[in-house]
């Protein structure tokens, strides 16, 4: 099923937002958001992803995605792919070099369709080939949804059409050439294929 999307602006991305998914890779609890942007051109929606050439390594990161309205409203939600070439990003990280290589290729930002956001818990699932690998809630995060809209806001300035990948709870693992995936934002269901991309 393919999805018709609302006009987009800036894609901001949430990192560190769930504490087991912090223990799992290793890092530090963060004092305040971390933040990063994915360009507007890592936008896939559909029944397929495309993995780029330059990484033997990258993940899927299932995450609640906000759609911004007027005045710092939340206007829509849905389910996305964070996806992360977390061999770059390792790199990246050695190096202290900014993340755009792991986090922005062509088809980083897998997204569901939008439908009316309700305040309240939002249940996250991906499985790859049949087999869970994220399942979670949202009111695991550490910040709300509002904390992280003021945040943004306040260095930022959000505008009407920007959406916020709010972070991945545990469970993000790699994909590689041939998976299935299924991917829920409560009963809201989506099947994706993956395939890796060769050559330049
Ligand atoms: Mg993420």
Partial sequence: MSSTLPMINTIYCIGRSYVEHIHELGNAIPD?????????????????????DYSNDVHHETELVLLIGDNTTITGVTVGLDLTARDVQSIAKQKGLPWTKAKGFKNACWLGTFKPFKEGVYELFLSVNGEIRQHDTTD?????????????????????????????????????????????????????????????
């Fill in 32 to 52: 305040e958001p971390l933040v990063f942007l994915k360009p507007n051109a890592s936008i896939v929606t559909g029944d397929t992803i495309t993995l780029p």
């Fill in 140 to 200: 695991k995060m550490m910040y709300s949804f509002r904390e992280v809209i003021q945040y943004l806001d306040g260095i930022y300035g959000l505008k009407k059409g920007d959406i916020i990948m709010t972070g991945t709870p545990k469970g993000v693992g790699k994909l590689v050439h041939g998976d299935k995936l299924e991917i829920k934002l409560d009963d809201d269901r989506y099947q994706v294929s993956v395939v890796q991309s060769v050559g330049h």
